[in-house]
């Protein structure tokens, strides 16, 4: 056009939503797998701390090896989902720029509910698998629905509110916009322990 506008054909539009759709699922994604990582983690570490007999974890009498095979298997995949997440795009520093908040926050939305409901199905599915292993385990496996929960209701309602509210500080306050990613790490963990306890 002559007169300085642009119009996007529909290929660029799709790519550029596309390249927000990836952002979005990713990002939330990472944190998703940050909070299920640090909830694993504390699980095992409570679970090992049970296993010395230092506090009571499970009404269930278990024994001793029990425990800390638990604890074990628990921080394994604990520590797995926290090197994936750092592998992830969080991880590589990528971020969502170029886009308006408001598509960040319909984007960031969208992908924390679909993170949610893939969390919810790998509960759904683990906890068939995995109903005669000892509690603390079973505990663990409860993580993944308190972490799908939280993501499909609090995080849409809360966390990715907060983090657009703080992503959309003045230039004054540009150190304030790197708080977005913590915001939602610390709303959704919170969810998290909440619903799991």
């Given amino acids: 056009m002559t007169d300085g506008t642009s119009t996007s054909s529909p290929t660029s539009l799709l790519k550029r939503y596309a390249i927000l ?23 095992a570490v409570a679970v090992l701390l049970g296993g010395f007999g230092l506090f009571e974890v499970t009404a269930d009498e278990l024994s001793t090896g029990e425990m800390l095979i ?5 921080a394994v995949v604990g520590l797995f989902c926290l090197g994936v997440a750092a592998e992830g795009p969080l991880g590589r520093g990528r971020r969502l720029v170029g886009f308006k908040i408001w598509e960040v926050g319909i984007g960031r939305t969208l992908a924390v509910f679909s993170v949610g409901f893939v969390g919810l199905l790998l509960y759904d599915f683990l906890g068939g698998l995995l109903e005669d292993v000892p509690s603390p385990l079973y505990k663990g496996v409860e993580g993944f629905r308190a972490v799908g929960i939280a993501g499909m209701t609090v995080m849409p309602l809360l966390g990715v509110p907060l983090s657009i509210l703080v992503r959309s500080a003045p230039e ?26």
């Avoid at 990836?22 to 299920?36: N, Q, S, W």
């Fill in 21 to 43: 759709a990836y952002g979005a699922i990713g990002t939330m994604a990472d944190v998703g797998l940050m909070v299920l990582g640090s909830l694993l983690v504390g699980l």
């Fill in 70 to 74: 638990s604890a074990i298997v628990l």
């Fill in 172 to 197: 004054s306050y540009a150190w304030v916009r790197q708080a977005d990613i913590p915001i939602m790490f610390v709303v959704w963990a919170v969810s998290s322990m909440m619903i799991l306890t």
